[in-house]
């Protein structure tokens, strides 16, 4: 159950941060997924001291 819980949040947090990059950074979809994969922490800690998470 925690790790089907873990999943749903991590696919959520990968969607958000797409979306900040996309709404916030003039990012296309497929740049924005690619950027996240990527840099997953880098673009998590940026949205942080943005105040989109």
Known sequence: ???QYSR?????LTYALQRYLIEHCNYTE???EIKVMQDFEEVEQEA???GFL
């Not at 749903?8 to 959520?12: G, M, S, T, V």
């Open 1 to 3: 159950m925690d790790n």
């Open 8 to 12: 749903e949040y991590q696919a959520y």
């Open 30 to 32: 497929k740049d924005a």
């Open 48 to 50: 942080r001291e943005a």
